[in-house]
């Protein structure tokens, strides 16, 4: 089995940071696209940052020179550096993962639990 474990949410005053990880475990060969998603309440979850196992990286204009996405493949863990926060950032942050679990298996996609991020005004 795979698990994501989100960690690093809180509450925040605007125009402060939050440095979110999203460490994957258990059967992993390899691990290919991660991201991060967010959903505040009454909306749809939307995804907010993307990268590639190459470290290419794709983002919503929303969050374009605020969060940094980054990952350590050593320790199978995806980050996201959201500086400059402002109160409509509030939402509960998810991790997501692409996952082989093993060399013949296919890819599967998996979810973390969800940590929350509130900015206060």
């Known amino acids: 089995q795979v698990q994501l474990v989100e960690s690093g949410g809180g509450l925040v005053q605007a125009g402060g940071s939050l440095r979110l990880s999203c460490a994957a475990s258990?059967?992993?060969?390899?691990?290919?696209?991660m991201g991060w998603y967010r959903q505040a309440p009454g909306k749809q979850r939307e995804l907010v940052a993307v990268?590639?196992?190459?470290?290419?990286?794709n983002y919503i204009d929303s969050v374009k020179g605020r969060f940094t996405i980054s990952r350590d493949n050593a320790k199978n863990t995806v980050y996201l550096q959201m500086n400059s926060l402002k109160p409509e950032d509030t939402a509960v942050y998810y991790c997501?993962?692409?996952?082989?679990?093993?060399?013949?298996?296919?890819?599967?996609?998996?979810w973390g639990q969800g940590t929350q991020v509130t900015v206060s005004s």
């Open positions: 258990g059967s992993i060969f390899s691990i290919d696209v």
């Open positions: 990268i590639t196992s190459r470290d290419t990286t």
């Open positions: 997501n993962a692409n996952i082989k679990t093993d060399f013949y298996s296919g890819i599967s996609n998996y």
